[in-house]
């Protein structure tokens, strides 16, 4: 079966750093696109970064440039997402999730608290 | 605001059919197919709807259609467990990044 399993959320102060990682099993992961979504306490999906099937091209929203940077490791069948300079408004759940535009699978997602 | 917009809520009761839409422009809906996604009780989300494609396991009163920037997310037969939060999304070629509509809340009476 497929299986997106993420992992690295946790309480952090602001300005503060996390490395969130997702690991994928139950398909042939350096053939997909892969993306992270994240949904505020509340609130609805936000896109927040993807990369393509062997990590060359990858496109981050613009409230996260240069602080967040998605990564993937295809030997590992693992996505990463390293987080900077992290905000109160970062807080939310974060899904790894499988696609560029349309997806079509998601993990369960990994809560990120920035709080002091 | 988001880029693609849904209607806040939809009801309606058991065996009725509901349709739910999402708008957007030339720049994504007009250019690329949309994913519809179901969320319940703040779980994670769950693709219903890949384009025009079910995915496995998902029942065939689900179906997806699309006319020029409008898609729609149509369920036959509605059923107590399909209450829930319907979120559309796809690509934007101007803005370059994956847009979302800010969700419908489905009601089953």
């Known amino acids: 079966d497929v299986q997106m399993v993420e992992s690295g959320g946790g309480l952090v102060q602001p300005g503060g750093s996390l490395r969130l990682s997702c690991a994928a099993s139950?398909?042939?992961?350096?053939?997909?696109?892969m993306t992270w979504v994240r949904q505020a306490p509340g609130k609805g999906l936000e896109w927040v970064a993807n990369t393509n099937e062997d990590g060359s091209e990858k496109h981050h929203v613009d409230s996260v440039k240069g602080r967040f940077t998605i990564s993937r490791d295809n030997t590992k069948n693992s996505l990463s997402l390293q987080m900077n300079s992290l905000r109160a408004e970062d807080t939310a759940v974060y899904y790894c999730a499988r696609g560029k535009a349309i997806i079509d699978c998601w993990g369960q997602g990994t809560l990120v608290t920035v709080s002091s | 605001q988001s880029a693609l917009t849904q209607e806040a809520s939809v009801s309606g009761t058991v065996g009725q059919k509901v349709t739910l839409s999402c708008t957007g422009d030339s720049n994504n809906i007009g250019r690329y197919g949309v994913g519809w996604y179901q969320q319940i009780s703040h779980g994670a989300p769950k693709t219903v709807m890949f384009g025009n494609s079910l995915p496995p396991g998902i029942p065939d009163r689900f179906s997806g259609s699309k006319s020029g920037t409008t898609a729609s997310l149509t369920i036959s037969g509605l059923q107590p467990e399909d209450e829930a939060h319907y979120f559309c999304s796809t690509w934007d070629n101007r803005l370059s990044v994956q847009v979302f509509g800010g969700g419908t809340k489905l009601t089953v009476l």
């Open positions: 139950g398909f042939t992961f350096s053939g997909y696109w």
